[in-house]
């Protein structure tokens, strides 16, 4: 079995980088599709896929610059360059599997390429896991600005996208409409004035869950937790996790294989040339009473 060195960027089965960084896993069919960010070339996001989390082949760059564009909302803009046909930026896409409509449906943080000024929550489907997405624009969620986002999807199939808003300072979290197409409900304003970065949710034990970072751009700092009954329920105050560094990294998400819950993070390279150097840490998050405990291991805990 292949093993993969923490805070390194990570080969997949033809020996090329694999870069799906800001992250996520989706389990479907048999197979874990891992998504991320891809800033190279024309593309932004890329899939790849596993059946035991080590060998990843590479499937598609299943969102690019020149992805289908299709409006969905009035108010929803479709924009998949900038004004000088350059790149914009795509970050953190997560993908669901709706079961109602039988769609793959991408939410990601869109931002214009030039600055961070937009503060938007972008969407695309897919007919499958790694086809070619069709993008469906980005809008702001009830007029509230949206960086650093991730979903939670519950066993009923209620999902909710969570995502920095007040520039980063407050951490909403939306109820999705069943389509999964658009936001139904604020139903919570988290932390209001922590500025929580990086969200990531799990669920253990009938307890939810969520891991956040500070903002220092690409430098990790000191991960903080914290938990709720519900989703909607109340959630808790937060608590520190790991190190002052969250042993070098920042949260991806959480990916529970096997009754282990993994954590996902990335070893961010930083801006320009240095993002391609970024890298990737799973590190095993325990659950002890109610408390969570992140190791630090060398070799991903695969
Ligand atoms: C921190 C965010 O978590 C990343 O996704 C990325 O947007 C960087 N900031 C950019 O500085």
Same mark, same amino acid.
């Given at each position: 079995m292949k093993t993969f060195i923490n805070g390194t960027l990570w080969q997949d089965t033809k020996g090329e980088p694999i870069h799906a960084h800001g992250g996520w896993i989706l389990f479907y069919g048999g197979w874990y599709y891992w998504y991320g960010e891809d800033r190279r070339s024309r593309y932004y996001v890329s899939c790849y896929r596993s059946q035991n989390l080590t060998d990843w082949e590479f499937c598609n760059h #299943?969102? =690019?610059?020149d992805s289908k564009m299709e409006g969905y909302? #009035? +108010?929803t803009k479709l924009q998949l +360059? *900038? %004004?000088?046909g350059g790149k914009v930026n795509l970050e953190r896409p997560k993908v669901l599997y709706n079961r109602k409509t039988g769609k793959f449906v991408l939410w990601a943080h869109f931002e214009n390429g030039k600055d961070y000024s937009e503060a938007a929550a972008a969407i695309a489907t897919c007919? =499958?896991?790694? %086809?070619d997405f069709t993008y469906h624009g980005h809008f702001n969620p009830y007029g509230c600005m949206s960086r650093d986002c991730t979903l939670f999807q519950e066993d009923d199939g209620t999902a909710y996208f969570i995502s920095a808003a007040r520039d980063n300072a407050d951490l909403h979290v939306y109820r999705l409409t069943d389509d999964y197409m *658009? #936001? /139904?409900?604020? #139903?919570h304003r988290l932390? +209001? %004035? /922590?500025?929580? /970065?990086a969200p990531a949710v799990t669920k253990i034990g009938g307890t939810y869950y969520m891991l956040t970072s500070f903002c220092t751009n690409w430098a990790p700092n000191q991960g903080k937790y914290a938990s709720a009954p519900a989703m909607e329920g109340r959630w808790s105050n937060l608590s520190d996790i790991g190190d002052a560094t969250t042993y070098g990294s920042q949260p991806a998400f959480l990916l529970q294989k096997d009754g282990r819950v993994l954590y996902f993070g990335d070893r961010w390279g930083g801006d320009g040339e240095k993002y391609f150097t970024s890298g990737y840490v799973v590190y095993p998050l325990e659950e002890h009473e109610g408390k969570l405990v992140l190791k630090p291991t060398v070799e991903a805990a695969l």
């Open positions: #299943v969102l =690019t610059m909302r #009035v +108010q +360059q *900038n %004004g000088d007919d =499958t896991p790694d %086809g *658009n #936001v /139904e409900a604020l #139903v932390w +209001q %004035g /922590e500025f929580r /970065e």
